[in-house]
């Protein structure tokens, strides 16, 4: 069966509810537009859903200068431009360190209302380089804001696998994917090694550990035990709780769309292959 694109997301600020695309940009950090954008506390460290699970009730689209940031209370909201000028400053994410711009004290001032503590919106410049220190990744590979790798896949089929052992199903948008994938049968995707899009050039280099993220309600903001405590059952390697595969793009950087044919190069061994 031909392996497709299925749906495409970016999450512009890390931690806030994503887009949903019909085609994108690659970049060497990623889809375009993905995670440049972030917020972080008085010690510069950046804050996530994980502590502060009022982010998935912020709202966020596209405009045609850059991205609208809607609060919970669906009323007040924010611009944020694609173009940022502003002073530059160092950020910590996980234990990298990278430089950032920090642009408008009026943000700042709106999410730390909003959100209860203080907090500045900063963003990655071009001139950042927030290389990934894994094995088996090109060197000097670039990532922007996210947690590890640039792309995010997760198989159609890996999720309704998963619901079918579910009380309460789960929406694809727990997960936070870049790339969704129809024409695979489940976790598929723990296979892929190298494969390519069109022109573009991909390697999955590791499937993706799971935090408590989650099990966060994307709607509600609640959250509870699952879908972690089901994974926990069959996707349990090493204490680690493992669900879609990470990615980065190594040659073309040209668009991808929704129906972009997926072909793999070649394939490693799953994790929990017996």
Same mark, same amino acid.
């Given at each position: 069966m031909e392996i497709f694109v299925s749906q495409l997301f970016i999450? @512009?600020?890390?931690?806030? @509810?994503?887009? #949903?695309?019909?085609?994108?940009?690659? #970049? @060497? =950090?990623?889809?375009?537009?993905?995670? =440049?954008?972030?917020?972080v506390d008085e010690n510069n =460290?950046?804050?996530?859903? =994980?502590g502060l699970p009022i982010l998935t009730q912020f709202n966020v689209s596209e405009t045609p200068n850059g991205f609208k940031i809607t609060a919970p209370n669906k009323v007040s909201y924010i611009d944020i431009p694609y173009q940022i000028d502003g002073a530059s400053q160092l950020v910590i994410i996980w234990e990298d360190t990278c430089n950032a711009l920090h642009f408008s004290e009026a943000i700042d001032s709106w999410f730390t209302q909003i959100i209860g503590i203080t907090c500045r919106l900063v963003f990655m410049p071009e001139q950042s380089l927030r290389t990934i220190t894994e094995p088996k990744v090109p060197v000097?590979? !670039?990532?922007?804001?996210?947690?590890?790798? @640039? !792309?995010?896949?997760?198989?159609?089929?890996s999720l309704t696998y998963l619901n079918k052992l579910l009380l309460e199903p789960m929406q694809l948008n727990r997960f936070r994917p870049n790339l969704v994938l129809d024409g695979t049968v489940a976790f598929e995707e723990d296979t892929f090694l190298e494969f390519t899009i069109g022109n573009n050039s991909f390697i999955a280099p590791k499937p993706c550990a799971r935090c408590a993220v989650p099990t966060i309600n994307q709607q509600t903001g609640e959250a509870g035990a699952e879908p972690l405590? #089901?994974?926990s059952t069959f996707r349990k390697k090493e204490n680690k709780i493992y669900f879609g595969e990470n990615a980065l793009c190594t040659a073309g950087f040209q668009k991808i769309a929704l129906g972009n044919t997926i072909k793999i190069l070649s394939r490693k061994k799953s994790k929990f292959d017996s």
């Open positions: 999450y @512009p600020v890390k931690g806030l @509810p994503g887009i #949903t695309k019909t085609e994108s940009e690659l #970049t @060497p =950090r990623g889809l375009k537009y993905d995670r =440049r954008w972030m917020l =460290r950046f804050l996530s859903q =994980r000097n590979s !670039l990532v922007s804001f996210a947690d590890a790798f @640039p !792309l995010l896949i997760i198989g159609e089929a405590k #089901t994974l």
